[in-house]
Structures are given as C-alpha cells and as structure tokens.
C-alpha cells in the first residue's frame, strides 16, 4: 500500500522588520533615559552649589559685620576713657587702674592691649617732666627713643600696668611716622583716628621670634584741654594736652571675634589695598589656601583708615556641600534607566512573538468555526478571572452579562444580577438622573462616561456605599445602543489617600515647626548681637556714674537713679541674653522630679491658694544635665503664666514623662525628659501661640509684664540641647512642654558654658 502522505501544515507568514529591532529600540530608551537623570544630577549639584554660595555670603558679609561693630566699639571705650579725663591728662595713675578695671576691659574687649594716655611734653620742659614722673615712684622713668626733637609725647599712663605694657611705659609715639600720622589726623580732626601697621613697643624686639610678634594697630582719641576752643584746626592744635589711645594685638583681635562658625573663613586683612606682607595685619591659619572655591573681599573704614578684608572658603565650609543628593540622583537614574530599557527590550521582544501567535490563530480560525466557540469559552474564562467587575446592560438598561468580580462586589450571583435594571447598583438619590441620561445614551450612543475611567459611587446587595472607578465601553445592538462597564472598587486607595493627605498635613505641621524655629533662630542671633553690645554700653556707663558718686556727692540721688536705670537695663540684656541662647549656664545632673519637690513651697505660693496644683512623676524618670537654677526660674515662670491665664483660680498639672524622639524637625533623635506645665485657662489662638516666643511679645495688661518669660524658657530649652512646644487652644486651655535631653554620664564637677563675646 502506499504511505499515506502527512497533512499539511499552516505556513507561518513572515513578519517585517528586522529581528534587531527590539535591541535598537532599548538602547534608543537607554539614551534618552540617561540624558534625563544627567539633566536631574546636574540640576541636583547645581542647587548644592548654590545653598554652599549663599552660606559663604552670609558668612562674609556677617564676619564684616562683626569687625565693624567691635572697631565701633572699642572707639566707644576711648571716648569713653576722654569723658572721664575731663580735659586733663594730669591724674595719678591709681585712679586710672580703678577706673580700668571697673571697666573689665580685659575680659570684655579682647585683642586690646590696654588703655593708656600720652602726654604731650615740651622740648623745654623734658628734664623737668622726667624729673617729677621719677619723684612718683618710677626711678627709671626716661621718655624714649632718647634725641632731640621739637616735641615730645609719652605714654604716662598704660593699663594693665604690667608684662609686656612696661616696655611702652614712656615711649614717644610722635618720634615714629606711622603712629605720628594717626595722632596727627585725630588731633586736627577731634575724631577717633586709627594708626597704620605697626609693631607694637609691648611685642618687644625682633630676636624674640616671628612666633612671639603679631601686627598691631592703635586707635587714637585727642584730649583738649578744659575751656579751650576746638572749633577750628588751629584752635585744636593750640588746646591739645595729650592722647588717650589703644593699642591692638590683629590675632588677638580676630581671636575674640570667634563663634560657631569662625573656621567657616579663611580671613586677610590688609592696611589699605594689599600689597603682600607690608600691608599684612592679620592672616588665619589655612588663608593661603589658593585652591578655595569662593573668595570675596571688603573694606571698612576704622578710625578713619582703611582695611581690606579677603575671605576664601574654608576646606570645613566646602565639605559641608551636599554631594549625596546629586550621587543618590546620579544612581538611581542610571538603575532606573537600565530597568526601564530591559522592559522596553522584553515587550519589544514579546509583541514580536505576539505578532506570530495572532497570525497563527487567523489561520486556524479559517480552518475551522469550533474555534469561534473555544475563544468565546476563553473570552468568558478571562471576563471570569478579571480583577475588576464586568457588566453588560442592553438598551432597554436590564444586565445581561455579569462575571464572577461583580458578584463579589455587589452582593448577588449572575442568576439574581442578570435581568435586573442597571440603576439598583446606584444610591437612590442619584438612579432618576442616570435613567434620564442613559434614554438618551440608549438612543444616540452618545455619553461623557465613554473611554476615560470616572468615579462614582455604587452600592450593593445590602445598601452598602462602595467608591469604585467605572470603565465605560458602547455597545451597538440593533435597537440602540447598550454598554459594557468595568467596575473597580478603589476603597483602599481612598483610604490610601485620606492617609497620604494626613500625612502631607502632619509635613506640613512640621515645615511650619521648623520655620518657626528659624525664625526665633534668627530673632535670636540679632537680639543677642545687640544685647550685648548694650550690655557692654551699660558697663562704660555704670563705671563712670560710681566714678562720679565717689567725686560729687551732691547728685547722689540723681545718680543713684541712674544706676538703678542701668541695673535694670542689665537685668534686660541678661534676658535677652537668655532668649539668645548666649547667657553663661552651669550644667549638672539634675532629676527634675527631686528638683519639683525642692520647688513645692515656693510654686505653691507663685500658683496662689485658689489653684489646685498636681504634680505627675513616673518612678523611673530619667536624668538630665542643665542648669538646676536656670529650669527653676523656667518653671516658676511658667506656673505664674499658668496662673494669670485663669486669672488665680483653676487647675495647674506639673507632668514628668520620659519621651523617645526617632523623628522631629528641631529634635535630634535621641531620650528627652519632657516637662508639661499644663492650665485649664482661656487658653490662645493659633496667630498668638505662634508668636508666644518671641520676645517683647505678650497679651498681658501693660505693666503686668515684659514678655522675655517664654522667650527666656525658649532660649533655655535650646541652649540645653532640647526644645519646648506650646499647644493651646481657646476655651481649652494651654500646656507648656519642655524637652531636656537624657543624661547618663557621670556629672560635671565645673561650671561650663559662658556667653559668647562679640
């Protein structure tokens, strides 16, 4: 017989393109993805580049700031020293050493090396003057460097009188150029005039080493005598009796100047334009660094003279730049890029393959209808196994298809779902204008639901309310037009939502937290700045008035008066102080539950006997480390605040509670002590709460108080490395938190911590 022939096979048809077109198509991806994450790391490292800029300018223009203001002052100081000489160089040297040292210029003016007098002296009257200065008590007294000259001056007068200060004792400051020309201009001036670069008499010779020696400056006042015209040059010149001047140490100098961020710079200052060493006053250690990115420079007018301040950039203030975001930017990119190319390649690949299956299945349908009938089975099984809901509804609005997912979602099997008017799957408020619509929609086949998703609200079985998000497709019957719909419950994504929206606001909370804290932050640095400039005003003033009480007694009242004004000027500079986190604070371990007990008497009397006070200490409190003095006025001061909100009758809460902080915007993660002053009074509104830190603000009567409490308890708290939060709400009432970071070191045995110089 013969072999039967083998039937025949469908011939694959042959697809266009080439098989390297999905490869291509990646690397196109590839490319185009990458420029995207090089445009985002460049924008990422530009923005880091710009906040490193702006840091270093305000650096700079601070850093001028500070010089400035300390010149200003130490030009105060001297006209200071002439009110005090009254027109007379002619006074014995201990009442200049109490006069000095109730100045306590030494502490507060650092980089000055004294305040000392220089004496005019006639070339007539030389030995006669050197002869009464050795009758005082100076047995080697001689006004040097020794020659004849037209006119002498000496320094008669020098405090500390002392140390390296006795090599300038008598010196002729007029016999050398650079502090001629100074005295000079302030004597035909009557203003403060500031000296070239010298080196200093106190430096004392070159053999004592470079090391030893720094470049000096000295700052001089003229002092005319009493009830004698100064209207015009030559009238100053005729009344000039002497020169009450300063002399300055540059590294001492910039020394005080100091602060947190004083190795941010790398500081010159030169004596007019520079000019290498010769105008050199002062260099920081690493100033010569050339390979500094940012560099700018300034001049100030001292005393009439003018210095030229180069600064560069620091290698501590340039590390400080932000590389991590751009490298997190640059990494993520380049993975997302390579991920993104190989789905790119893979459904390439694969609807290359598809392509071949579709037209595999073209033939086999040609070949025979039972086909028909497996891919409806298939189509049926896929609507069954679909993650969303399927229903069809013809013209007349009845369901006539409804797949496994409906089920589940609405509460009914195919059987009870199939037949039934579609609008029983909406709430009843909202099936009159569905019906009204899809009359028309049935007629037209027109409808603004047809191919984007829309969400609206369906209901189940049991009246049950679902948000769900509904896929409208038209279908084309012969007596209208019905709908296929997919409908998908999108509860957990609302819920999602309404989570992610609660999240953006506590964001938002905390973006607020923290530019508040900026804000104080900034008050502060500037309230702090001028407190003690002020404070140190007062100092000058205060000396002079005992000076005065002890000389004249007949306006003792007046000038008592006048002390009691600059006693409490004081006592409002050592709070401003406080709200500035610059007052001198003497931590040690303190348990804040023993120091309350300590307090009992004493807070039971600031809260008055018609508040109820109750205090709430856990057993196993932890310690902390602050000033136990400092967070005892805090706490008096805000159970009186509690008091005057309920207005000396309510219900004061002292709670203690050990709090473990992993995220906050102000707080470093880390164990805090938190301390709750809570009142039942009236309570604040938002605006108010906002502002109850800053200083000077208050809502008290006037006269009832300053409103430095809470910005003393605030400048406290940061001081002490924690924070304190407000929380209040009108006709709820207020509480008070203060957080002190845990302690559990051993306790210091010396007070640490003194108020910055400015």
């Known amino acids: 017989m013969p072999q039967s022939q083998p039937s025949a096979q469908p011939s694959r048809i042959p697809l266009p393109g080439s098989g390297q077109m999905p490869l291509l198509l990646a690397m ?27 840091t270093f300018d305000y650096r700079t223009r601070d850093m001028v700031f500070s010089i400035s203001r300390r010149m200003a002052v130490y030009e105060q100081v001297l006209r200071g020293a002439r009110g005090y000489l009254r027109g007379s160089v002619d006074l014995d040297r201990r009442d200049w050493d109490e006069y000095y040292r109730l100045l306590r210029l030494d502490q507060s003016f650092p980089g000055m090396e004294g305040l000392a007098i220089s004496t005019i002296v006639p070339a007539a009257r030389l030995a006669e003057h050197e002869a009464a200065m050795r009758r005082k008590g100076y047995a080697d007294y001689r006004i040097h460097p020794p020659g004849p000259r037209d006119m002498y001056t000496s320094i008669t007068h020098i405090e500390p009188f002392g140390g390296r200060n006795l090599r300038a004792f008598g010196y002729d400051m007029f016999s050398e150029p650079v502090r001629r020309a100074a005295m000079e201009r302030a004597r035909d001036s009557g203003q403060a005039a500031l000296s070239g670069k010298v080196v200093l008499v106190q430096e004392g010779t070159a053999h004592e080493g470079p090391a030893r020696q720094q470049a000096g400056a000295l700052m001089y006042l003229p002092v005319y005598r009493a009830g004698e015209l100064t209207g015009t040059v030559e009238q100053r010149r005729k009344a000039i009796v002497g020169w009450v001047y300063a002399p300055f140490r540059m590294n001492d100098l910039m020394r005080g100047l100091g602060g947190a961020h004083s190795t941010d710079l790398d500081i010159e200052i030169h004596d007019g334009d520079p000019a290498g060493e010769v105008t050199l006053l002062y260099r920081s250690q690493a100033a010569a660094n050339a390979r500094a990115q940012l560099r700018a420079s300034a001049q100030i007018v001292p005393g009439g003279r003018t210095w030229t301040i180069t600064m560069r950039s620091s290698a501590a203030l340039e590390n400080s730049l932000d590389t991590t975001r751009p490298q997190l930017v640059a990494v993520t990119g380049i993975g997302l890029s390579v991920l993104i190319s190989l789905v790119v390649w893979l459904l390439a690949s694969e609807r290359r393959r598809a392509l071949q299956l579709a037209h595999g299945m073209t033939l086999e349908l040609r070949q025979s209808h039972d086909q028909v009938a497996s891919e409806q089975k298939r189509i049926q099984v896929i609507l069954e196994t679909a993650p969303d809901a ?33 609008r029983e799957l909406l709430p009843e408020d909202r099936r009159a204008a569905f019906g009204a619509g899809f009359a028309v929609f049935a007629r037209g086949g027109g ?32 007596e209208g037009f019905g709908a296929t719909a997919f409908v998908r419950d999108i509860s957990q994504r609302k819920e999602t939502e309404a989570r992610e929206q609660q999240r953006q606001q506590g964001l938002d909370q905390a973006r607020q937290l923290l530019a508040r804290a900026q804000k104080l932050e900034a008050v502060g640095k500037l309230t702090g700045g001028v407190a003690h400039d002020f404070n140190n005003i007062l100092h000058i003033i205060s000396a002079n008035v005992q000076l005065m009480l002890r000389a004249d007694s007949s306006q003792r009242k007046r000038l008592l008066s006048i002390l009691d004004a600059v006693e409490r000027g004081a006592k409002l500079a050592g709070q401003l102080l406080a709200f500035a986190r610059r007052q001198p604070l003497h931590p040690l371990e303190v348990h804040v539950g023993q120091l309350l007990e300590r307090m009992d008497s004493l807070v039971l009397r600031a809260a008055g006997d018609q508040i109820a006070l109750d205090k709430r200490v856990p057993p196993e409190l932890w310690p902390t480390l602050v000033d136990p003095n400092q967070l005892e006025n805090v706490l008096l001061n805000l159970v009186i605040n509690a008091r005057d909100a309920m207005e000396g009758n309510g219900r004061i809460v002292l709670a203690l509670e050990n709090v473990h902080v992993a995220d906050d915007a102000v707080l470093a993660p880390g164990d805090y002590v938190a301390v709750a002053v809570t009142d039942t009074g009236h309570g604040m509104p938002q605006d108010v709460a906002e502002r109850a830190f800053e200083p000077f603000f208050t809502t008290k009567p006037e006269g009832k108080g300053t409103g430095l409490g809470l910005s003393m308890a605030h400048g406290f708290a940061r001081q002490s490395g924690g924070d304190i939060r407000i929380a209040s709400e009108p006709g709820k009432g207020t509480t008070v938190t203060i957080y002190l970071p845990r302690h559990s070191a051993a306790a210091p045995t010396a007070a640490i911590g003194a108020a910055a110089v400015s």
């Open 447 to 478: 409808c603004p639901m047809l191919g984007a998703p829309t969400e609206l609200t369906v209901v189940d079985s049991n009246g049950r309310r679902i948000p769900a998000e509904v896929t409208v497709a038209q279908l084309a019957l012969g």
């Open 390 to 422: 399927f229903v069809t509804v013809d013209a007349e609005g009845r369901i006539t298809d409804w797949n496994a997912q409906a089920s589940r979602l609405f509460g009914w099997s195919a059987a009870q779902a199939i037949g039934r008017d579609v």
């Open 28 to 54: 196109l991806v590839l490319l185009v993805t990458l420029l995207v994450t090089f445009s985002a790391w460049t924008g990422a490292k530009r923005t880091a580049e710009t906040q490193l800029l702006e």
